[in-house]
């Protein structure tokens, strides 16, 4: 009931393409849901969050939308970039700024 | 630069030595995360204070694991007796107690070898 489920596991896109990552949870204690990215050797850095209180958030090129009696939630990135190459991550928490559980990523490659 | 710091980056051990990790989260959070990635894998929870409390501690983190955070501020890790399964990133984050964003450090790679 902890586990975020996170599909698929590598997108190629091409450039000026939209990516779009899903992610499913069980539990209905989260109530907080960041996407996180990822370039290697580095740490993960966050992108953009929502709660369950809108069904959409959007911060430029990169979307959130969140189901939440479907219990499922995406990232879309619009107008896709070579530079947006990287793993993405989903994540959930309870309220309370939690422990995060993460999705087991995706590898987004952006063909020129 | 004001982010989450981690030292060392890389640290490459033999199996059985005991290895010790620290972090220093943005100065204003009172939270504190430890996470630990494998190859492939997302982050999984470790342990978590806030202030100088150990609130949290998960099943990951075994007799070999031990995390102090003594006056609230840095943090530091600790492995004893390493094994090759402890070969990972670990990751430290830190957030305001009031509000749920984690900022993540750049991580520490451990290889035991």
């Known amino acids: 009931q902890q586990q975020v489920k996170q599909s698929p596991q590598s997108l190629i896109v091409q450039k000026g393409g939209i990516s779009i990552i899903n992610c499913a949870y069980e539990?209905?204690?989260?109530?907080?849901f960041p996407w996180y990215q990822q370039f290697p050797g580095k740490g993960p850095a966050l992108l953009i969050a929502i709660r369950p209180d809108v069904s959409e958030k959007k911060e430029g090129r990169f979307t959130i939308s969140f189901n939440k009696s479907a219990k499922q939630f995406s990232l879309h990135i619009m107008d896709s970039q070579p530079g947006d190459s990287a793993t993405y991550f989903c994540a959930a928490s309870m309220e309370g700024a939690q422990k995060l559980v993460f999705g087991q990523g995706t590898r987004l490659t952006i063909n020129p | 630069d004001t982010g989450v710091s981690q030292d060392p980056r890389h640290k490459i051990t033999k199996r059985g030595q005991n290895v010790t990790f620290r972090c220093d989260p943005i100065s204003e959070h009172n939270r504190l995360y430890w996470y630990r990635q494998t190859l492939g894998q997302g982050p999984e929870f470790l342990t978590y204070f806030q202030n100088e409390a150990q609130l949290e501690k998960s099943r990951l983190l075994s007799d070999r694991f031990s995390a102090e955070r003594p006056k609230g501020s840095f943090s530091t890790l600790e492995i004893q007796r390493t094994e090759q399964g402890d070969s990972a990133m670990y990751l430290c984050?830190?957030?305001?107690?009031?509000?749920?964003?984690?900022?993540f450090g750049p991580g520490t790679r451990l290889t035991v070898t």
């Open positions: 539990n209905t204690a989260f109530d907080y």
């Open positions: 984050a830190s957030s305001l107690a009031a509000v749920s964003e984690q900022y």
